[in-house]
């Protein structure tokens, strides 16, 4: 291929008068989307459509210029030299079906280089239209990461969500990971562009479409070089943009990822047969009038919302280079020609305080390199091994595998032997990634739960591939339906047959009898047997169709199997089963106001488990709303039981981290500020849970207060401590700092946005509190009836307070997004001033060590935690790891 060369000056010229304008998710995003599709991409030997799936692989593996390209291309025309309808086209499916009629009857095997380019350029072309129809809620989806982000935090404002979303997408990704995969070039094939559209019946200019199309790579460019430092700026207004944009499950990255997926295995026939009917998008599933029910609107552009000072755009488009030759356009970054950008304003000197600075600083260098830890951490955070002397990391080589999604301890087989079950729902063995002989199935579906004994800790350091733990595989056996369940979405421990042997429930949210289904999800039962462990295959199983059956609802979208937990609700000494679905809607004028079904321990369920595996769980024992119901609320996010033995009083405390408040006045709405609210429980099973009268809530928005709960202590005569956390909240203490220049459109924030906060309650003092009209009165002044201390973040975000575990006197409190994501966790005893911060090395950061914690006495009655890091990228990107301590 000959080396780029530079256009033609009056087309420089041209470039720079033009305005930047980019529509939809940005180059990160729909990249990143598109990179995660194409690492699943692939099917085992010895399956079906192995050698044609492998085909394509290829193609698009040898083609990576061509495949970012036509992921970021739809948007070419938006707000560009009047081509938004050129672009608008590119969004639908006639715009694929015309690529491939004119695929089919220019080419054939073996394929040319151009050939191969066009493919990859129209998988890409698929992974934007799937992506953007989530994105942007089109087609009649009212649950789209954007509309959701509207109502819940922007009190329904949609064009501010689409503002945040759009342009803070691409800067979340930048703060999420380096980028270093995306490519500073981009191949075009143009003339095969030009006959797709002309067959469309579009004239469409050669000259504008490469102009349009080089502003694109500029975005790109600056997202990959300055998106670090503008990520605040977009993140501090929405809480979402930092912990959902993975994994919401309508428009986060895994959910356009698996869509885009599952559209590429259909591309193939389309390739290979022409084939049409497999239709991707679901607009032409519901058959909306000419695709266009919901159109992509233009608005302003990423680069003028970035606000970056001129001389930095005109450095990029100085690096730039741009030739044409054989019909494709080549665009690229001049190698040696870019230089780093700094930002004279900011101080890279004041490294002292606690707040990270590296937030604000704007990086060029995007390419992987090992962190210099003592730099890089606060004097006053230690690492963990001075803390804990034995440690085992266990972890995954599988891309992408969300390993440590999910995590707990249990005794499995009742003979006093701690487990440990890891999830990893977007798990996929291959042939690099083998399953042990004789384990799993033949499930080509994604997810994997493995249980392992291996927790006895007998080396100072220690790492193990998961696969060679010796564990017990557990895999979604029904492969008919979707190749992405989520298998392993959440997992808790219970007793459901009340045996007095650990069971383990593993959720499934996005278990689905077809694409479109608006019930999804799915719980599965294993149970643990007397010196042998858990079954192989489910003993029980509950699925959100059958939910919806039991509840006789007319209208309901159910989301079950993200929210499990295990909690002895009635006091009987067995751990029963709670399912939150936050995301449960049972009216279209109600949605996301969220439920909690219950399944209490049963002796009952004994004789069910002798007829067959996969018994249907059968309606739940009792069903809890909000007593306060209102849309986005998300109840059920959390749910915890406490028991005040000495006031004979057990109680079950649901979070609900979307509840909105308003002030005094009445005049502001506080959106995510966070509601708790305790229900009386009873030993006695036919009396249905009931609201006690207490609630708690906070006064400030983005408190997210019912995000975690956790129950700390009460054994024996001690009293119980209960924690609350509210991950996003902000520390209000630390004083307003601004560093360099601010986009134009939205200022740098407060320092301690986000950083998070515990609240140490004594529920004791609930007792002593008039249930009904003090606790009411407090719950609307903010005030926390038996608030013993408060502990506070201070890295903005770090979303102190994201995990919560306690053993003994010792607590502990997870900290995953601090220090640019690595991660780290704090040590907290009761009558300290401040807890004591800790951290694992990791020389490629961005792991979210501290996403979930888990503390346990093990069979030798010594301490273990267990802490995770799921998006730990030391093995393979995102691939996650879980880390095991004991002093």
């Not at 194409?38 to 050698?51: I, N």
């Not at 009047?82 to 694929?96: G, I, N």
Request: contains cysteine; charged residues 20%; hydrophobic residues 35%.
């Amino acid at each position: 291929m000959p080396q780029c060369s530079s256009m033609l000056t009056l087309v420089a010229f041209i470039l720079s008068t033009l305005s930047f304008c980019v529509l939809g998710c940005g180059p990160a995003v729909h990249n990143e989307a598109a990179e995660r599709a194409r690492q699943w991409f692939y099917v085992d030997r010895g399956e079906k459509d192995h050698e044609r799936v492998a085909f394509y692989r290829d193609i698009i593996d040898r083609h990576p210029e061509s495949l970012q390209a036509g992921a970021v291309f739809p948007d070419w025309g938006y707000g560009c030299m009047s081509q938004d309808e050129a672009a608008e086209a590119a969004h639908w499916t006639p715009f694929l079906e015309h690529g491939l009629k004119f695929f089919r009857s220019t080419y054939s095997k073996p394929y040319s280089q151009n050939a191969e380019r066009l493919i990859a350029f129209l998988f890409g072309i698929a992974s934007h239209q799937v992506s953007d129809e989530q994105w942007h809620s089109l087609s009649g989806l009212s649950e789209g990461i954007m509309q959701v982000l509207a109502e819940s935090t922007f009190n329904g404002e949609y064009s501010r969500a689409h503002d945040v979303l759009d342009v803070g997408g691409d800067f979340a990704m930048a703060h999420m990971s380096d980028l270093n995969y995306i490519l500073d070039k981009w191949l075009v094939p143009t003339d095969d562009v030009l006959r797709i559209y002309k067959s469309m019946g579009f004239k469409v200019s050669r000259w504008r479409m490469n102009i349009c199309i080089r502003r694109q790579f500029y975005a790109m460019e600056a997202v990959k070089r300055f998106g670090k430092g503008l990520f605040p700026s977009y993140a501090s207004h929405a809480p979402m943009l930092t912990e959902r944009l993975d994994d919401y499950y309508i428009g986060g990255l895994f959910a356009m990822a698996t869509t885009t997926n599952e559209c590429w295995n259909s591309l193939i026939n389309w390739f290979d047969n022409g084939n049409f009917t497999a239709k991707c998008l679901i607009a032409d599933r519901h058959k909306y009038p000419n695709n266009t029910i919901s159109r992509h609107i233009a608005r302003s552009s990423h680069i003028q919302k970035m606000g970056l000072p001129a001389r930095w755009v005109k450095q990029i488009s100085k690096s730039v280079t741009t030739t044409e030759t054989d019909g494709v356009l080549c665009i690229q970054i001049q190698e040696g020609n870019i230089g780093a950008y700094s930002n004279d304003k900011y101080d890279n000197s004041s490294r002292e305080n606690n707040v990270s600075e590296r937030q604000y600083a704007f990086i060029a260098e995007h390419k992987p390199q090992e962190r210099n830890i003592a730099q890089k951490m606060t004097s006053e955070c230690s690492e963990l091994r001075t803390f804990y002397r034995k440690a085992k990391q266990l972890y995954t080589t599988s891309p992408y595998s969300g390993f440590g999604t999910a995590a707990v301890f249990g005794d499995f087989c009742g003979c006093n032997i701690t487990s440990v079950a890891i999830s990893a729902p977007y798990f996929k063995p291959s042939q690099y990634n083998k399953m042990p002989s004789g384990d799993g199935d033949s499930s080509s579906s994604a997810g994997a739960v493995f249980v392992t004994n291996s927790t006895d800790l007998f080396y100072l350091q220690s790492r193990q591939n998961i696969l060679d733990a010796d564990p017990l595989i557990l895999r979604p056996l029904d492969n008919t339906l979707t190749r992405f369940p989520l298998f392993g979405s959440s997992l808790a421990v219970v007793d459901i047959n009340a045996d007095g042997i650990d069971d383990l429930a593993v959720g499934s949210s996005g278990y689905a009898r077809h694409p479109d289904d608006p019930l999804l999800g799915r719980v599965d039962i294993y149970l643990g047997h007397k010196g042998i462990g858990l079954s192989e295959k489910p003993d029980f199983t509950l699925t959100a169709s059958q939910i919806a059956r039991h509840m006789g609802a007319r209208w309901a979208r159910q989301r079950i199997g993200g929210f499990l937990f295990g909690e002895d609700v009635n006091n009987d000494g067995y751990a029963d089963l709670l399912i939150g679905a936050p995301y449960n809607s049972d009216s279209s004028f109600r949605q996301h106001s969220g439920k909690v079904f219950g399944y209490f321990a049963s002796t009952d369920r004994r004789q069910m488990q002798q007829k067959q595996s996969g018994n249907p769980l059968g309606a739940p024992d009792f069903t809890l709303t909000s007593p306060d119901s209102e849309s986005y609320e998300w109840f059920g996010f959390t749910a915890k039981a406490v028991h005040l033995d000495a006031h004979n009083t057990s109680m079950l405390l649901v979070g609900a981290p979307g509840y909105k408040t308003q002030s005094d006045s009445g005049n502001k709405i506080h959106s995510l500020a966070g509601r708790i609210y305790a229900f009386s429980a009873s030993n006695r099973t036919e009396e249905v849970l009931r609201f006690h009268g207490l609630k708690f809530s906070t006064h400030e928005e983005n408190t997210q207060l019912g995000s975690q709960i956790y129950v700390w202590g009460g054994q024996g005569t001690q009293s119980p401590r209960v924690l609350f956390g509210s991950p996003s909240e902000q520390n209000s203490g630390l004083e307003k700092q601004s560093r360099g220049p601010s986009p134009p459109s939205e200022p740098i924030p407060d320092r301690g946005w986000q950083a998070g906060e515990v609240r140490v309650v004594d529920p004791t003092l609930w007792m002593e509190s008039t249930l009904e009209s003090n606790q009411d009165d407090k719950s609307n002044t903010g005030d926390i009836t038996g608030l013993m201390s408060t502990l506070r973040g201070e890295q903005s975000p770090g979303h102190f307070g994201r995990a919560l575990a306690a053993y003994g006197e010792n607590v502990w409190i997870g900290e995953p997004f601090s220090d640019m994501e690595d991660g780290r966790i704090y040590h907290w005893q009761a009558g300290a001033s401040y807890p004591k911060c800790f951290f694992a090395p990791n020389g490629v950061g961005g792991a979210r060590f501290g996403h979930s914690i888990k503390a346990v006495s093990n069979s030798k009655g010594q301490q273990l935690l267990l802490v995770t890091a799921p998006h730990d990228s030391q093995f393979s990107r995102f691939s996650g790891s879980v880390t095991l301590l004991q002093k």
